[in-house]
Each structure stands twice: as C-alpha cells, then as structure tokens.
C-alpha cells in the first residue's frame, strides 16, 4: 500500500512530469500525453509512471520512444523540481487500457487548464524559503490539529492569510482553530465580506494545539495574550514578510521579498496540494491588495503581480473587492475630510504638510478616532513633499500623531525622538501640550 510520503511525492512527480513533457520536451515522436498516475516503489528508487496517448498503435510506439529517450532529461529535471535526497529511476507505462469516459474528460481538462493558464503559474520562491515551506508542509500534514493566529489588531493581510490557511486546511480534513488576541475575535467592518470567518475561534476558547502557525507576525509579542499558548505546541511555524522577523518558530518561513504574508500562504496552500478556491483566493488577494496599497508600495515586485494574476484566475471579483475595501466609506467620511483638507498647511522650514483635527470636530461631524484612519493617505498626495503630519485630539486631550514619509526621510527615527515609534515611512507618537507647541516640537525634531 503506498504510504503518505510515496503517494505525495507520486503526485508531485506527476505535476511536474506532465507540465516538462508538454512544455520542454520538444520531440516530434511524442503525441499529446496525459499522465494518469505515477507509482513510486516505497524506497523512492523507483516511479512507475503511467500514460496515456492518443493515436493508434504506431504513435503509440513513437511516443513510447521518444519519452525513453527523454528519460535522462526529465529524471535530472524531476529531481531538481521536486527536491527529492535520491533520485527515482523513470518507467514509462503505456495505460492502454483507461476507462474511456474518464479519459477522455481528463484530456479535455487538461486541454481546459492549459488553455485558461498560460503565463499564470505560481511565481518561484527563494530556495531557502522553499526549504523552509517543504519542512512546514510535513509538519502540517502530519498533525491532528493546527492552531493559527495572526497578530493583534488584524490588519487586510494578517485576516487574508489567516483565514486563507483556515479554509485550506479545514478543506483537507486537518482540525483547525483560526483565531487572534481580540476581544471580540470578529471582522473589522472594512473586512467583513471575507470568506471563513465562521471557522474563527474566540481567543478564550482557543487551545494550545499540535502544531501551530502564527502569520504575518514580526514577533511573539504580536500574538498578545495567545502568545503562551502558541508556544505550547509541538512545532511552532511562523510565517512572514517582515525583514524584522525575529525567527520565533521552529520552522520559520521568513520572506522579506515578499510583498505579503499572503503571498507566501498561497504558496504555501498551493504545495500543500490543496483547491484555491474562488474564497480562497479572495482573502489572499485582500492580503496582498492591502499591504501593497493597491499595488502601488515599492515592495510590489513582477512575482506580486503574478501572484494577483494566478489568484484573479482562480475567481476573485476585482472591483467587488476594490470597492469593499476603498469605497466604503461612510458619508461622514467626506465632511470629516473636508476638514482636514481644509486646515492643512504647507509648513516651510522644514517642508511638511501638517493638519488637525480636534475632538470638538469629531463630535461635530460624528466620527469615532477609528474612522479618521485613512485620512493622512489624502494628505499626503502633495507634490515636492516628503513629510506629512497629523494630529488628532484624543479623548483625554492629548494629541496622537501621525507621520508619513516618501522615503526622503526616516520619520520611524524622529518620532522615537518624540517618544512614539514605527517605520521609516510611517510612524506615531503621542504629544500632550497645546497645539501651538506640539506643531513647534515636530519642526524641530524634523529639522
Ligand atoms: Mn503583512
């Protein structure tokens, strides 16, 4: 009986054998091939691998020649592809005797596929990071429950991967528990169209399982209060964009050139062997929207774009999703920018574009501090300036900032200078004095 392992490494070595004949053998003895099956001996020494053609006897027989005589080629090739310690010995198979039907609806979905997907193949993905995927991928496959949790404060990508994952492995019979430190463990409205919130698992409720996977997190301490618990399991995976990684897991698949923590789940998902779905393919594409600010980061690589291309393929509603996420806003939105826009200057001395917003605004127009999130990206949409800056009147009358950067300057540095924190080209801070001389501290942390 083939074992787990043989049966995988059979279907992997089928995947690849069927795409190298159609593609890169280019001998004109071999007919229209289909590989029903390849059997590997338990020992991996050995694949038998089973084919049909179409043709009479004589093609048969060339087609039969020509794959032996490309048997060296695609023995080197399969071993490179397929990542095995030894490499198999081919035999080819004549199926001749194929259940018609089937047959010929197998050559029909193939002549389908291929069609349908040209050019919108998975991007490859670093070795060591393949590595990493490969070691993540037996783990998985071999556990009886998998916990996943993403970060606190669950941004587009930590959801879309989350529940992307949830729904792959929940499709392949494993026990899976999705969740994050959150109280309630339920969708931002932004996000709340995203398909497999109903496997989500409150935080209390979650339970330190056999393996566990935490996504899009740079460090331990973004798994809140699920920390301990993740910890607890037998292998802790984690997988991430962030160049800040502080490798936490025990298999960590860490890929800075990602564009997101989704572009490495679809990969992820997609070795595992399991369907992407048009739900699926939805959150990841969320995922990789919204980390890459709609395509638009300097992150956003060729390999991004295929990404988008291979999950669009797969049935995502593009300007459904691009609606939900950008154009959803609610009415109040637009006067609460007005505001804004109204009250901006063009400060000089350093240049930057300031503006505020107090709390007497906000009670006026009907806006919580939520609601006024996206408000710097309009902002900040000014030609010849690096910098924007806005302040926002708490509750308790201190001011939280905001600052943005094109990449002339690292205001991840300055607002550490002013006691907050983030990146070089977005970060925050906090300030409790009056305006006038917050504004004058910000000029001179800027200078
Ligand atoms: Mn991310």
């Known amino acids: 009986m083939a074992t787990r392992r043989t049966q995988r490494v059979g279907e992997s070595i089928k995947e690849v054998l069927g795409e190298l004949i159609q593609r890169n053998v280019k001998d004109p003895r071999i007919g229209f091939v289909t590989i029903t099956a390849v059997r590997p001996t338990p020992d991996l020494s050995k694949a038998h691998v089973y084919y049909t053609v179409l043709g009479d006897e004589r093609e048969h027989m060339a087609t039969q020649a020509g794959l032996e005589s490309a048997t060296p080629f695609l023995r080197t090739e399969v071993g490179r592809r397929v990542r095995l310690k030894s490499l198999p010995e081919l035999e080819f198979h004549l199926d001749d005797a194929p259940e018609k ?5 197998s050559i029909i979905a193939e002549i389908h596929r291929s069609e349908a997907a040209p050019g919108f193949q998975l991007p490859p993905i670093p070795p060591d990071v393949e590595n990493q995927l490969v070691r993540a991928i037996e783990v998985i496959e071999g556990a009886s429950s998998i916990g996943i949790a993403c ?26 528990t999705p969740t994050w430190d959150g109280d309630p463990v339920a969708l931002p409205t932004t996000y709340d169209f995203l398909p497999g919130a109903d496997l989500l698992v409150a935080t209390n409720d979650f339970r330190p399982p056999e393996v566990a996977i935490a996504v899009d997190c740079a460090t331990a301490e973004r798994l809140g209060r699920l920390q301990d618990r993740m910890k607890k399991a037998k292998a802790l995976i984690n997988i991430d964009h962030h160049v800040s990684n502080s490798k936490f897991g025990a298999i960590n698949v860490i890929d800075a050139t990602a564009s997101s923590s989704a572009e490495l789940v679809l990969q992820l998902i997609s070795k ?24 638009a980061y300097a992150s956003v690589k060729p390999k991004t774009h295929a990404a988008a291309g291979f999950l ?19 009415f109040t939105y637009l006067k609460l920018l007005g505001r804004v ?49 806005l302040l926002k009147e708490r509750d308790d009358g201190k001011w939280k900032g905001s600052f943005r950067s094109k990449g002339g300057t690292d205001v991840g540095t300055v607002a550490k200078q002013l006691g907050g924190g983030g990146h070089e080209l977005a970060a925050g801070f906090e300030l409790a004095m009056p305006l006038d001389e917050a504004i004058e501290t910000i000029r001179n942390a800027l200078r």
């Open 101 to 105: 039907g089937q047959h010929v609806d």
């Open 151 to 176: 970060h606190v404060a669950p941004d587009g990508d930590a959801l879309g991967s989350l529940l992307a994952l949830a729904m792959a492995l929940h499709s392949k019979g494993i026990h899976v």
């Open 272 to 295: 595992m062997g399991a369907e992407i779905t048009p739900e699926i393919a939805t959150d990841l594409y969320v995922g990789l929207v919204t980390d890459t600010g709609s395509f």
């Open 312 to 330: 669009i393929q797969r049935g995502v509603d593009v300007a459904d999703v691009s609606q939900r996420l950008f154009e959803s806003y609610r």
């Open 341 to 389: 826009l109204d009250r901006a200057t063009l400060e000089q001395d350093p240049t930057f574009v300031l503006s505020y917003l107090n709390k007497a605004d906000r009670d006026e127009i009907g806006v919580t501090m939520d609601d006024t999130d996206d408000v710097i990206d309009t902002l900040r949409a000014v030609r010849d300036v690096d910098v924007t800056v």
